[in-house]
């Protein structure tokens, strides 16, 4: 199939085992007894060739070592069309580092997320003569990479963890925080990693997807407390939990969506053990566990 993805990194920031993290998880995959996640990146191709990558996890270069169809073609060359990036958190830009080795392509955010890596003066590493930047705005569609097309959408969440203020509004609408709406060859894919609630917007957007990326991050919102990692929720953090009341295991039931894939899961989420209760609970409720190499077709 030529439009197909391939999930790169399943975990959120921090990855599975994290560096300095001692909870069962990280605890397990260190030990090997449950399967390590790298940082949340996506692969997406529209021809089955060229390939755009979704968020530059700080793992990219192991990720891309690992990822057989993103092998170079050539001496310098790449199948990479261009790099988008949803939001600007490390998990999500520090990659951008590791690309700087005179390869082209077109990197691609909202304007908003541009100006905070301008204002970051270590991304000049990416030589502007070699490496495009482009600013897309919300709600239209452009040429993400050949035969794919991509809209990118205002989703509820908040500016970076590092441009923090006192005061931090936790479901900001705007450019700060985006979902992308990918479509070839009839079909559609939304990759969502990031989203601290189900607005109506949303909800009418995806209804009726061939396959929905979405936020992961924690089971319930006190997990990390609960763990004893930290004080933050995860409403606090701008993302949506997968059970609750208001979770998305339940908010997505009903939207007619062929294939829901969970990304960007903390490595306090349960359903990061294959054998748990709560990761049955969430594929008998229609999700998939998304895993690093693991790739989906629409
Ligand atoms: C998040 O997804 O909440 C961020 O990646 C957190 C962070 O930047 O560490
Ligand atoms: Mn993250
Ligand atoms: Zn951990």
């Not at 968020?55 to 073609?73: C, E, F, K, V």
């Not at 069309?81 to 690309?99: E, F, K, M, P």
């Not at 990692?229 to 979770?247: E, F, I, N, V, W």
């Not at 998939?288 to 077709?297: N, Q």
């Amino acid at each position: 199939m030529a439009f197909r993805t391939h999930i790169l990194g399943a975990a959120a920031g921090g990855g599975l085992p994290q560096w300095n993290c001692g909870c069962p998880n990280c605890a397990a995959a260190r030990a090997g007894q449950i399967p390590a996640q790298t940082q949340s990146s996506l692969a997406v191709t529209g021809d089955g060739e060229t390939w755009a990558i979704l968020n530059a996890s700080p793992d990219i270069r192991g990720q891309l070592a690992d990822a057989t169809p993103l092998r170079p073609t050539g001496l310098r060359n790449l199948p990479l069309s261009s790099v988008l990036v949803t939001n600007g958190d490390i998990d999500h830009v520090a990659g951008l580092l590791t690309l700087r080795e005179m390869q082209p392509f077109t990197l691609f955010a909202t304007e908003t997320i541009h100006e905070v890596l301008r204002a970051n003066p270590i991304f000049e590493a990416l030589n502007p003569t070699v490496v495009t930047r482009r600013p897309i705005a919300l709600d239209r569609p452009f040429d993400l990479a050949p035969g794919l097309s991509a809209t990118l959408f205002a989703v509820p969440g908040k500016v970076p963890l590092y441009m923090e203020s006192e005061t931090v509004e936790t479901r900001l609408l705007g450019e700060n925080t985006v979902g992308v709406d990918l479509r070839a060859q009839g079909k559609r894919i939304f990759y969502i990693p990031g989203c601290a609630c189900l607005n109506d917007d949303l909800r009418a957007r995806i209804k009726g997807a061939d396959v929905l990326f979405f936020d992961g991050t924690l089971w319930r919102d006190d997990e990390m407390i609960r763990e004893g990692l930290g004080q933050k929720t995860g409403a606090r953090m701008g993302h949506m939990s997968m059970s609750g009341p208001d979770g998305s295991l339940n908010a997505f039931g009903g939207l007619d969506i062929a294939r829901r894939v969970y990304v960007h899961m903390n490595n306090t989420n349960p359903v990061l053990r294959p054998d748990s209760p709560e990761r049955a609970e969430a594929e008998a409720a229609g999700w998939t566990i998304g895993t690093d190499g693991m790739e989906v077709i629409p």
